[in-house]
């Protein structure tokens, strides 16, 4: 631009144009996009520079819930934004709408992955704010000593915590290539390098447009690397650890190696957590999900498993779990053995690792080797003791349905009887009264009753006459089926349906649906009974000449 002299202008003119409008990718704010015209007019008034530039103002909308008025609240932002022309007042509203279900939902997946979903960690903290403007210098710190290197990339690092800024970040090539060159040159001489660096593209990879540019820099590719050195880092430090304590004449040295490797840790899991959700970002793309495979991201994730942070924890199961949805992976968790590790996780007091870990084993548990495992691993017990702890409805369901697939292995049904499983689902069955019953409980109810000792647990106390009381009075077919299932089984649970044979008997009529009567009926043939005299039964209730027997129903 052309240098002028202060008395040369006279005046600046300024021309605003109203843009675009959309919605803040991970706040509950509008982005108004508009462009700003600067002419700076000469003596006479005839314009001498001129510049434009795209620019954009957030409206950031705290207030934004379920009980706000939308309507007035889109009259209010228009009033008090003149870059909004009064027209768009319905644009504005439908925006606003958006906001408030995209909140609710949780489907966006801007949102769910955003940078601030990564707490900070020790070592973020500085004395100075970071300035975008700045950045030239902070690049430059990049090209000093690992102290000044680290100074600089935390920095950044603050720069690129403010969604905002990425779009501008990403422009500046030399900041990013620096980073990914420094990352690549040093990491294993900073802990606090490497994670801080890692944590900057992470930030990136938060937002799926931005995942090109990581990959670019081959991000992905070096997260792995560094983790399996990290990880084979920490059987060392395990290992010394054990000789150490061993060894009774270096009790102090032991303690002191302690001390230093509790300070390690820490730093280590911060690294390991911020490489892994990267990763776990980038994972979006099935291809680049398929060359962590190839990479043999499960067998690390399932080594990872035996650490204690439990924000490490949910992050790494989260990963898994997603990745169980591929036959390829699942036969890796089988061969890693990862369902073993699992159940140490359970049960847990942090409520986000016992859900993700409880999904994670439901997506597992439709294969007959691995609920193999899960029971060897001693998972019955430990789930059916869940079952009766848990508040939480979801919850709950996810150990039914788990429970369900093991229950339908029948050299695995015996062994619900040694727990307190049964009895609870027994109280859930009459805890549901006369509504309907959830699909899973019933259907769990009716496997279980498939096996000799649990049909002795059900039929204990009032269970076989509350059964009956609800099957016989809602014409359930599904309690009939379960009913039916304890029948079968020869021993003193048989002789406790004598009382109810004319019961049955009396369902068999032409009103009753199909389904229905098949299971009563079936019930009736189990009943082998020496004391019971059928020829009576079959002539009180008509049975031989049931219309349903000659194709009359």
Same mark, same amino acid.
């Given at each position: 631009?052309?240098?002028?002299?202060?008395?040369?202008?006279?005046?600046?003119?300024?021309?605003?144009?109203?843009?675009?409008?959309?919605? +803040?990718?991970?706040?509950?704010?509008?982005?108004?996009? @508009?462009?700003?015209? *600067?002419?700076?007019?000469?003596?006479?008034?005839?314009?001498?520079?001129? #510049?434009?530039?795209?620019?954009?103002?957030?409206?950031?909308?705290?207030?934004? %819930?379920?009980?706000?008025?939308? *309507?007035?609240?889109?009259?209010?932002?228009?009033?008090?934004?003149?870059?909004?022309?009064?027209?768009?007042?319905?644009?504005?509203?439908?925006?606003?709408? @958006?906001?408030?279900?995209?909140?609710?939902?949780? $489907?966006?997946?801007?949102?769910?992955?955003?940078?601030?979903?990564?707490?900070?960690?020790?070592?973020?903290?500085?004395?100075?704010?970071? =300035?975008?403007?700045?950045?030239? +210098?902070?690049?430059?710190?990049?090209?000093?000593?690992?102290?000044?290197?680290?100074?600089?990339?935390?920095?950044?690092?603050?720069?690129?915590?403010?969604?905002? %800024?990425? #779009?501008?970040?990403?422009?500046?090539?030399?900041?990013?290539?620096?980073?990914?060159?420094?990352?690549?040159?040093?990491?294993?001489?900073?802990?606090?390098?490497?994670?801080?660096?890692? @944590?900057?593209?992470?930030?990136?990879? /938060?937002? /799926?447009?931005?995942?090109?540019?990581?990959?670019?820099?081959?991000?992905?590719?070096?997260? !792995?690397?560094?983790?399996?050195?990290?990880?084979?880092?920490?059987?060392?430090?395990?290992?010394?650890?054990?000789?150490?304590?061993? =060894?009774?004449?270096?009790?102090?040295? +032991?303690?002191? *190696?302690?001390?230093?490797?509790?300070?390690?840790?820490?730093?280590?899991?911060?690294?390991?957590?911020?490489?892994?959700?990267?990763?776990?970002?980038?994972?979006?793309?099935?291809?680049?999900?398929?060359?962590?495979? $190839?990479?043999?991201?499960?067998?690390?994730?399932?080594?990872?498993?035996?650490?204690?942070?439990?924000?490490?924890?949910?992050?790494?199961? /989260?990963?898994?779990?997603?990745?169980?949805?591929?036959?390829? &992976?699942? &036969?890796? !968790?089988?061969?890693?053995?990862?369902?073993?590790?699992?159940?140490?996780?359970?049960?847990?007091?942090?409520?986000?690792?016992?859900?993700?870990?409880?999904?994670?084993?439901?997506?597992?548990?439709?294969?007959?080797?691995?609920?193999?495992?899960?029971?060897?691993?001693?998972?019955?017990?430990?789930?059916?003791?869940?079952?009766?702890?848990?508040? $939480?409805?979801?919850?709950?369901?996810?150990?039914?349905?788990?429970?369900?697939?093991?229950?339908?292995?029948?050299?695995?049904?015996?062994?619900?009887?040694?727990?307190?499983?049964?009895?609870?689902?027994?109280? !859930?069955?009459?805890?549901?009264?006369?509504?309907?019953?959830?699909?899973?409980?019933?259907?769990?109810?009716?496997?279980?009753?498939? %096996?000799?000792? =649990?049909?002795?647990?059900?039929?204990?106390?009032?269970?076989?006459?509350?059964? !009956?009381?609800?099957?016989?009075?809602?014409?359930?077919?599904?309690?009939?089926?379960?009913?039916?299932?304890?029948?079968?089984?020869?021993?003193?649970?048989?002789?406790?349906?004598?009382?109810?044979?004319?019961?049955?008997?009396?369902?068999?009529?032409?009103?009753?649906?199909? #389904? @229905?009567?098949?299971?009563?009926?079936?019930?009736?043939? %189990?009943?082998?009974?020496?004391?019971?005299?059928?020829?009576?039964?079959?002539?009180?209730? $008509?049975?031989?000449?049931?219309?349903?027997?000659?194709?009359?129903?």
């Amino acid at each position: 631009m052309e240098k002028l002299q202060a008395e040369d202008a006279r005046y600046l003119k300024r021309k605003v144009k109203g843009g675009s409008l959309d919605v +803040h990718p991970t706040e509950k704010a509008l982005i108004v996009q @508009y462009e700003l015209e *600067a002419t700076i007019l000469g003596e006479m008034g005839d314009p001498m520079v001129g #510049e434009r530039k795209e620019c954009q103002k957030i409206i950031r909308l705290k207030s934004l %819930n379920a009980n706000t008025d939308i *309507a007035t609240l889109a009259r209010k932002v228009v009033e008090e934004c003149r870059l909004i022309h009064p027209s768009k007042l319905p644009e504005v509203e439908q925006l606003l709408f @958006y906001l408030l279900n995209r909140k609710k939902s949780g $489907n966006d997946k801007r949102e769910k992955h955003s940078p601030r979903d990564l707490a900070p960690f020790e070592g973020m903290e500085l004395d100075e704010e970071a =300035n975008i403007n700045r950045i030239d +210098h902070y690049v430059e710190l990049l090209y000093e000593d690992i102290p000044e290197k680290v100074r600089g990339a935390t920095l950044i690092l603050h720069l690129a915590r403010n969604p905002d %800024n990425l #779009e501008e970040l990403l422009q500046n090539e030399t900041a990013l290539g620096a980073l990914a060159r420094v990352l690549r040159e040093d990491w294993k001489q900073s802990v606090d390098l490497a994670t801080t660096i890692i @944590y900057v593209f992470f930030c990136f990879s /938060s937002f /799926s447009q931005f995942h090109g540019q990581v990959t670019h820099y081959k991000i992905g590719a070096l997260c !792995m690397n560094i983790i399996e050195h990290e990880l084979k880092r920490y059987d060392l430090w395990q290992d010394e650890l054990q000789k150490k304590a061993a =060894n009774q004449n270096v009790k102090k040295e +032991h303690e002191k *190696a302690f001390k230093k490797y509790q300070g390690l840790l820490i730093k280590q899991e911060q690294l390991l957590q911020v490489a892994l959700h990267l990763l776990l970002n980038l994972a979006e793309d099935t291809r680049t999900e398929l060359k962590m495979r $190839n990479k043999n991201i499960v067998h690390t994730l399932v080594k990872t498993l035996d650490r204690e942070d439990e924000e490490l924890l949910v992050l790494v199961v /989260s990963f898994l779990k997603k990745l169980s949805i591929f036959l390829e &992976n699942k &036969n890796d !968790m089988a061969e890693t053995y990862a369902v073993e590790k699992l159940a140490r996780l359970l049960p847990c007091k942090h409520e986000d690792l016992l859900n993700t870990t409880l999904r994670l084993l439901l997506n597992l548990s439709f294969d007959t080797g691995l609920r193999s495992q899960m029971v060897q691993a001693g998972l019955i017990p430990k789930l059916s003791a869940l079952l009766g702890t848990l508040f $939480n409805d979801t919850t709950r369901q996810l150990c039914m349905c788990i429970l369900y697939h093991i229950s339908v292995d029948d050299r695995f049904k015996s062994m619900f009887a040694y727990t307190d499983c049964i009895p609870q689902l027994m109280k !859930m069955l009459f805890d549901c009264g006369e509504s309907p019953m959830d699909p899973e409980l019933i259907s769990f109810c009716i496997n279980l009753a498939a %096996n000799k000792r =649990n049909a002795q647990v059900i039929c204990e106390g009032n269970g076989l006459k509350m059964l !009956m009381k609800r099957g016989l009075k809602l014409k359930d077919v599904l309690t009939m089926k379960m009913i039916r299932n304890v029948s079968q089984h020869d021993g003193p649970t048989k002789n406790l349906f004598i009382d109810y044979v004319g019961d049955l008997a009396a369902q068999t009529g032409v009103q009753e649906r199909e #389904e @229905y009567v098949i299971e009563c009926l079936g019930t009736l043939a %189990n009943l082998t009974i020496p004391d019971l005299d059928w020829e009576l039964v079959l002539k009180e209730y $008509n049975l031989v000449v049931n219309p349903l027997f000659l194709g009359g129903h």
